[in-house]
């Protein structure tokens, strides 16, 4: 008689985790908080990138790279906050590459103004702004479109180590 009443009880649990997983199932993120990843470890892949993003770069400047350590979102400037805050809305994934080593490279446009590029070591880009060269502290989104990738951030590695660029000039 135990037997039965214990098999009983095990059995209405077990239908009643099926029927719990049935009418909730697991929730996945929205696609719109996921992080965008472009990987443009090459220079013709970042030319490449800002033609997709339809704009036209200015013929004849060279390309400026600089090794840059990427500070925490509390960093106290208020130019260093509306960067950050503007990588969220492009959904880029510079939150999960603090205390990281990048590489910005700026480019100039036909316009009057520039672009800036930061990436990771491995050339996943991290965080895109525009600006006006006469008004650097005014920032606006580079991403103009893009589709969201299913890997998290946070799965790729950040070398800490001290990056060994030199800041170079390239055409």
């Keep these: 008689m135990q037997f039965r009443v214990l098999l009983l009880a095990l059995l209405l649990c077990g239908i009643g985790i099926v029927l719990f997983l ?3 199932p697991k929730q996945k993120p929205a696609t719109n908080s996921l992080p965008i990843f472009y990987r ?6 970042r030319q ?11 013929s004849g400047n060279a ?10 979102e ?6 260093y906050q509306s960067y950050w805050t503007l990588q969220t809305e492009q959904k880029l994934p510079l939150s999960a590459f603090c205390g990281c080593q990048g590489i910005e490279y700026t480019y100039s446009l036909q316009t009057d103004e520039c672009i800036s590029l ?23 989104p580079v991403i ?27 055409q």
């Design 118 to 140: 930061l990436l990771s070591e491995d050339g996943l880009l991290l965080a895109a702004v525009r600006y006006d060269a006469t008004d650097p502290q005014t920032l606006l």
């Design 40 to 45: 443009l470890p090459e220079e013709s892949d």
């Design 63 to 72: 390309v400026r790279s600089c090794p840059v350590l990427i500070p925490d």
């Design 48 to 58: 490449a990138f800002l033609t997709e993003q339809h704009y036209t770069l200015h």
């Design 22 to 24: 049935w009418l909730h």
């Design 74 to 79: 509390n960093e106290n400037s208020s130019v």
């Design 144 to 170: 103009q479109s893009g589709e969201t990738s299913q890997s998290l951030a946070t799965s790729l590695p950040c070398p800490v180590q001290p990056a060994p660029y030199q800041t170079q000039s390239t």
